[in-house]
């Protein structure tokens, strides 16, 4: 089975920076796109980054200029480092992983969440 496990949430005022953190493990033969997106409370799940396998990014209009994300394939691993934070930035952010046993199709595992509160 595959495990995610997303950490870096916190508090923090707006204009202020976070890097969230979140590393993959268990069976893993071979991640493909991996991404982030967050839910705020009575809003639906938003994608807010995701990276492929070659490192092409795509980012949300909202986030675009203040939000990078990363990957270091060696720890399975993908960041997602955040500036200029505003307070509509506040949500559960999620982490996502498109794994590809062999002969298999591409499966999603999710992690369980990390809260990102930005105080005006």
């Known amino acids: 089975q595959v495990q995610v496990v997303e950490s870096g949430g916190g508090l923090v005022q707006a204009g202020g920076s976070l890097r969230l953190s979140c590393a993959a493990s268990?069976?893993?033969?071979?991640?493909?796109?991996m991404a982030w997106s967050r839910q705020a409370p009575g809003k639906q799940r938003e994608l807010v980054a995701r990276?492929?396998?070659?490192?092409?990014?795509d980012y949300a209009d909202s986030v675009k200029g203040r939000f990078t994300i990363s990957r270091d394939n060696a720890k399975n691993t993908v960041y997602l480092q955040m500036n200029s934070l505003k307070p509509e930035d506040t949500a559960v952010y999620y982490c996502?992983?498109?794994?590809?046993?062999?002969?298999?199709?591409?499966?999603?595992?999710w992690g369980q969440g990390t809260q990102v509160t930005v105080s005006s």
């Open positions: 268990g069976s893993i033969f071979s991640i493909n796109a």
């Open positions: 996502s992983v498109d794994v590809r046993p062999p002969l298999s199709n591409t499966r999603v595992y």
């Open positions: 990276i492929s396998s070659g490192r092409s990014s």
